[in-house]
């Protein structure tokens, strides 16, 4: 039986429950796909559009780009996670003035071909160091010149790829590219917000499910492959990533991965979860009670929540005003309600991350985050935690969608925030 | 109902079908999961020294590996597949004549202590380079004197990281590390074998099952969920890659993901699949005939499949003669009957590549291989395969154990290679 409590006494007036958004149908439906990928097909000219001012403003003649992600936001071709390490050179992409390059070897040419449409597609298999010469000679600069400056994905491709690419064309100047992509990314277009959307609603779902079969003794392992399976079977095309569950005191390692320990009455039960839905990706994490709760973990519970809260409002604020508070304040004003209550140093992590293609991305809300204006629309993750090791641990996170412009803060996750009480 | 026939008319004396070695229970007890651990502690000091051999040998001080593969060989830590993308500084590692260090974040410091007893766990959160000279300060090379040459997983490592530790120790000259520990993980020992033979075991019986479901109308998408399905619940901890199910004229596409395109009768179900078993990987793909095959694909059937055997036999007559042949050439057996049959520009990949931590590892066997000879003990694929764009396609791909030195040549994975006829 489950039994949802509020979390707060009715007399606490801190309450800043943050509103639900529109909610999709799950499974996403052939007309969703569809009108997802018109937009995508309608959105893509405009990225590149976007990344080639950021070009011409650092003086840079052509963009080589290796993330599995920036490839599929700018040229349409898909590889799943991890497949990158086994594609070679597929996926792989320039970016000139006039020009889009997807190098592909034998085994992805006719997935190419269907899926990155009017752009170029030449074959690269593990040797484009061998190629790289004449790629490049075939592009031109935007007043029709050679192309002289090459920025290169600096952070993700490797520095014995980068050794050979300079050695293969001395006079190309390589240089390092900032976080063009992954700033642009960071803005999220409707149908992008919609897909995140989706995955939410897939991964809310699947824990509504799961909730009858949790009860003492099933294990940490077969209640993450239960939750996986109801993801996977009801509209989630993969997993944002590894399903963890954590019961007890195991709760207190935030990446831990679940085993085959039992879970027992009397303690919390963590997971931390997402899907994927037509590319995009969702990240909750809940944190339940098996049985009645201890009144020291529902008081760790509420502090929890009420740090999210402290950050929902900050956002709320500054929406409301059509302003962007940066990544460090938002993490500041969560943070600072756990360090008042002497937890300080147990939340050892940031407060939240952006989330789109990738897991993790751009904007990033924490002490290290940068000191600028968060941008929008966008979507990242609010989950405070804090971890007592050997005791117990707490995390609640949600995914919000945040637009100062049209004074836009919604929740995107929706399962409830609420004490949940399980498997009693 | 499942029909299998044999490849070969009775007449046919180019047989060399391949022993299949022993198999595994699955899923693994507990027990195998603690004799493996057990052997991987004892390894793990050997697998180190053998490092610190190569190390003494290039006239290097300090290694520097980030490799999620490595990082289990060498240390036991554990990231998941795709994790590394997440865990920021977790898992990198340093081995110096005298200590080995591992850096984790504060999320898996648990894990760490756990999984890496008697190695030193320092804290690194996306900061390395800030702590990179007084890491490297704190070690010492072989004689006592302070570091001054670091080999850096240079194929792995951003060109962002490289030069942003080299500013962080000028004095510190990074060297690009060779393939040195790739190299020793080609090498199996038994208890990797056996992991991998498991691995092999879960595929076979998930495929077994898979079977009777099998029919006209169900889709690829569908197919290959339950196939997983079956792994994941049978002994698999996770898989090695994601399912290829391809039907019909999309079987030509040797990388495709699986669609909701309904498998139809009159043609052939290609799967190409792997499960992991405590950390090890296993890798078999199947064309299968949903109904009567056509004269025309039992002719490539049976081309891919001598195209396979002719591997076989190379492998076989060195394994006899104690000797090792080089990827390159047993690439050429296989390819060779292909050609000779005039489908050479239709096998357009390698015809086989290691595996074990990774999907995808030394030794390669293929045009590009080093020109070397195999090592051994070593497990690799034998994947020949035929792709005629908007026909058809057709691969089978088996893995073999190999060590000429004890005359050995045994297929791991033992789903049967024979015309299987499915759905009729």
Known sequence: MTDTRPIHQPANDRS???????RPAVPPMPDDLARWASADA???????????????????????????????YLTGFVLAEGEEKVAGDSGRFLVSPAEVVVLVDSRYREQAEEECRGLRIEESYYDLPDRWEAIVRSLRAADGRPVRRVAVEATLVS?????????????????????????LRAVKEPAEIERIAAACAVADEALTRLLPSIRPGVTEHDLALQLEWEMRTHGAEA????????????????????????VTAGGVL??????????????????LFVGE?????????????????????????????????????????????????????????????????????M????????????????????EPGIYLPGETGIRIEDLVVFDPESDTLERLTGFPREVTVVGS
């Open 16 to 22: 800043a429950e943050l509103p639900v958004g529109p």
């Open 42 to 72: 309608v959105a893509r000219p405009v990225r590149l559009a976007r990344l080639r001012e950021r070009m011409a403003q650092e003086a840079v003649d052509v963009y080589f780009g290796v993330s599995r992600e920036n490839t599929r």
């Open 159 to 183: 520095h014995a790829l980068w050794q050979a690419l300079q050695a293969a064309a001395p006079d190309v100047e390589l240089v390092a590219a900032g976080s063009w992509v992954e700033e």
């Open 239 to 262: 997993l944002a990533f590894d399903v963890t569950c954590l019961s007890g005191p195991r709760a207190a390692l935030p990446h831990g991965s679940p085993g085959d320990r039992p």
């Open 270 to 287: 963590l997971f931390d979860f997402g899907a994927q839905v037509a590319g995009y990706r969702s990240d909750m994490t809940r944190t």
């Open 293 to 361: 709760p201890s009144r020291r973990e529902l008081e760790l519970y509420r502090l929890v929540a009420v740090s999210q809260e402290a950050a929902f409002r900050a956002l709320a604020e500054a929406a409301s005003e059509h302003d962007a508070p940066t990544g460090v304040s938002v993490d500041a004003a969560a943070r600072d309600v756990i360090a008042a209550a002497g937890h300080g140093d147990h939340f050892g992590h940031g407060l939240g991350h952006g989330i789109g293609l990738a897991t993790h991305e």
């Open 363 to 382: 904007p990033s809300l924490s002490r290290r985050a940068l000191p600028a204006p968060l941008p929008w629309p966008t979507v990242f993750s609010i």
